[in-house]
């Protein structure tokens, strides 16, 4: 295909040393017939996962440039992805985690949705989940690419896209974005640690329109210890459902400042470009509500059970389990525990 862009595979890494050859080979078998980089950068990872990426990349034989990164420190998934960024020579990234399988045809269906639909900012495909018990049967489907050519779509509202369904079923996922974002807007905030994917979901809606198909290329590993899920295992454990509770809560409390940034940035872009005037708005609007969940939720765990059951009021909460959210962390993971073990029963 004519005008295929050039683009950059990001795969960001911490602490992934079962998982990262994996990601790393499936990145290395693209069968993109564009230009195409590769920007492998760890965040501090204390165990063996950088030697693991130098030995992939020192493996290489092939002609695409490679860029072999690691931060001075941890710096967290939104820091670690600014720190990727500067490396990065296209004006398209990709986004790869380290204990996700790419399909063979992830690059090419990218680059050809973004052929068609230049005025794009950012393209999304859907995933497919799968735990480490099939892995060998998502390598078998990830190697093969698709027999028939998904169609190049193109909508101009990205309302219905952010961790929606598609038409098959399949979430979408935030696959690729234009990287004029970051001049534009300049570097994700760090204050968010996770909120990387949010804010460039924002800032590429503003910008231009959705290209999307509706196939998987993305196989997303589930319960190895989620780099956006603060150290969950994905097992529904008593300890487990504390952690990740109260990881929730600081995710909440500090993702609520960048959002107010945010916003700002985004109105003030609207305000100097008029014609951009009916997205921006449904974009900020968009924000802004999820900045106010952010508010009514803020130290729910922390608070006491009256105020729980206020936020539940509040947010129209029905049902037993938001009920039983209302009470004190320890009971409410007890009893989760309790029921998920007679449940297995």
Known sequence: MPNLPKLSYVLLSHNREQYIRTAVESA???DYEG????IFSDDCSTDRTYEILKECV???????????????RNLHLAGHTNHAAQFVESDWMIRADDDDISAVD?????GRAIAEHPEASMVLGTSENFTDEN?????????APCAAAPAMKRDQSSRRYFFGLSDSGKSWLHQAW???????????????YYVDDLITFYRCSVLG??????????????????MSLGGDDGTRSFSST????RFNEKFNHITRQPLREEIEKLKDYVRQHPERQEKGNEVVALLERDLRERELWNGYWTGSTLHRLRVRKQAGGKGLFSLLRCLPLPLFAGLMTLYRTLIKR
């Open 58 to 72: 020192a493996a290489y034989k092939g002609p695409r440039r490679v860029v072999l990164t690691q931060t001075p």
């Open 178 to 192: 234009s990287m004029k974002h970051y001049r534009l807007f300049g570097e994700l905030p760090v204050d968010g």
């Open 106 to 110: 992830r690059c090419s269906l990218i």
């Open 135 to 143: 892995e060998a049967d998502v390598l078998r489907k990830a190697a």
């Open 28 to 30: 290395f078998a693209q």
């Open 242 to 245: 504390i952690r990740l509770e």
């Open 209 to 226: 329109d959705v290209a999307f198909f509706d196939h998987p290329i993305v196989y997303v590993r589930k319960g190895s210890s989620n």
């Open 35 to 38: 230009e195409l980089e590769y």
